[in-house]
């Protein structure tokens, strides 16, 4: 070998099959981590931060999200999970336990020597023929009137989640606060922002005391001194952005006052001017002030609470910049940024305003009730024993209104348990009978991975799984659409007689997404290192 000229390093190129098998192989590892948590059976994963926090979950995108996946072919499985997660909301983990079954049948067909760009091209025939199957055969419509579906969609979702012994609780919360950002025509609704729902976290007493707020809470009391409210009916609130504390110089400087007089002067002049602000808010008709956070200098000091709590005025505290938008949507109310501009018509009103103070905490928080909501927003109260329950709760009630969002997007609803996939498999397998050529093939080893979805939901449960799809493919087979494993029971049971069904979008988004990713892995034949 000629020897390296100086400063010249040899970049080795791996070549086409080893590659493609190396990126299978590390595909398969990150769905075989996941596996074990698909299905109301499944297992959770603890997960040890690089900040020491602990994690309890068993939603696929939490768990790869924090998973540190350095092969690129694996990374592509993370990021698939990741726009499961943007698109449908539910079946995290079903995407990436697809995408590993696939790239298992990518390796049998590539051994018999058909050419990965012909794998391609009928997979994605394949994801296509499955997604009109379902739609065609297995789906039915749903109406957002018919509430009881959509809570029932919702409680499938729940189940396989750490907090399904509350699921009876949740998933009418996670629907109402959906439906309520429809408006009047919920008919009408294409999409639906769940950034409009404020998730608002309470340590203390359990799950169950979780609500539905028709109106705003902040996750602090009132700032009060002695004598100031903490109830106001007919409440009128300003949202002031300027600060209630004496002015400050842009730089740095020191003032020295050599005499007592000139100090006096100072502080008389200091309450004459935080007292003139005061009077002005008094003015305007206000009777409840929320304070937005300041960096530059204190929004607020013990002067100007003293003179807000003597006239009545209610005051709420270091209302976060990003929560603004959010408050001033539900409220009607517009930010101040100016004490002159500060008139009646910038003020929102609420029924009533208050402290409330939690059960099983003590804590307190603050209630705005009977507000106009001209912008359609929700706010969910959620309660937890421990932080990793509250953040587990969170995580499953987001999951939950991504079902219902789902069902905006696209109103039908498919039996869960595995039928959706059996019968998707069984009617590819057919296709493929009628097909010829390399599709044919490529048909049925598509139709034999889909099956794993069944496959490990009965393994999970503790099923013999062999046993339990043979006779899911009977009962399919013999045209009972809704066919799917009951896993309480242990048996074959009709999923629409149990009730145990998800949006259509879940299901085909999942498919179309795992047949993407697998795709690209296959027509990837080289690994170029650039350092």
């Known amino acids: 070998m000629a020897p390296l000229l100086g400063g010249e390093t040899l970049q080795e190129r791996s070549k086409g099959k080893d590659v493609r098998q190396s990126n299978i192989v590390a595909a398969k590892a990150v769905a075989a981590a996941v596996r074990t948590s698909l299905g109301p059976r499944g297992m959770d994963k603890l997960m040890q931060l690089p900040s020491g926090e ?31 997660d943007i698109e449908a909301g539910d079946g995290t983990t079903s995407v990436v336990v697809l995408a590993g079954a696939l790239l298992d049948a990518c390796g049998g067909l590539l051994n018999k020597g058909i050419h990965p760009a012909m794998i391609a091209s009928s997979f994605y025939k394949a994801a296509e023929a499955c997604t009109s199957i379902l739609k065609e055969n297995a789906a039915r419509p749903v109406e957002l009137s018919d509430r009881e579906s959509l809570v029932n969609a919702v409680q499938t979702c729940l189940s396989s989640k750490v907090v399904s012994q509350n699921s009876d609780l949740l998933a009418p919360i996670a629907v109402d606060s959906v439906l309520n950002l429809l408006g009047d025509d919920p008919a009408k609704a294409t999409n639906v922002d769940l950034r409009d729902i404020r998730m608002v976290e309470q340590l203390g007493g359990t799950v169950d005391d979780t609500e539905l707020v028709k109106g705003l809470v902040f996750d602090k009391g009132s700032t009060k001194t002695a004598g100031g409210p903490s109830q106001i009916e007919n409440a009128k609130i300003a949202l002031i952005q300027f600060c209630l504390s004496a002015p400050k110089t842009d730089m740095d400087n020191n003032v020295v006052v050599s005499d007592y007089a000139a100090m006096d002067r100072i502080l008389r002049d200091e309450r004459k001017y935080i007292l003139n602000l005061c009077k002005k808010i008094k003015k305007s008709g206000a009777n409840v002030v929320l304070i937005q956070k300041s960096i530059l200098r204190d929004a607020y000091n013990e002067l100007s609470l003293h003179f807000l709590a003597k006239m009545g005025i209610l005051v709420v505290t270091d209302v976060e910049r990003t929560d603004v938008e959010f408050v001033c949507r539900t409220l009607g109310c517009t930010p101040v940024p100016h004490v002159d501009s500060l008139s009646p018509e910038k003020l929102g009103t609420a029924e009533h305003v208050g402290d409330v103070v939690l059960p099983g905490s003590g804590h307190k928080v603050v ?11 929700s706010t969910v109260l959620l309660r937890g024993s421990n932080d990793l329950v509250l953040a587990e709760a969170n995580r499953s009630v987001h999951d939950a209104q991504c079902v219902v969002r789902s069902l905006v997007k696209q109103r039908y609803l498919i039996a869960g348990g595995g039928a959706a996939e059996t019968e998707a498999s069984l009617r590819l397998r057919e296709l493929a009978l009628e097909t010829t050529g390399l599709d044919s093939h490529c048909f049925k080893a598509y139709a034999d991975a889909l099956e794993v979805i069944p496959y490990t939901l009965a393994e999970n449960a503790g099923l013999k799984p062999i046993d339990i799809v043979t006779e899911l493919r009977k009962a399919h087979a013999e045209g009972m659409v809704g066919a799917g494993i009951n896993v309480k029971k242990g048996r074959i049971s009709d999923m629409y007689d149990l009730n145990v069904i998800q949006p259509l979008l879940v299901t085909t988004s999942a498919i179309k997404l795992a047949t993407e990713t697998v795709c690209m892995i296959l027509k990837v034949d080289d690994l170029v290192v650039v350092m």
């Open 54 to 84: 602990v994690l309890i979950s068993n939603d696929g995108a939490t768990i790869l999200s924090k998973m540190n996946v350095l092969h690129p072919a694996a990374k592509m499985l993370v990021e698939c999970s990741q726009s499961q």
């Open 367 to 377: 209630k705005f009730v009977g507000v106009s909501n001209p912008g359609h927003t």
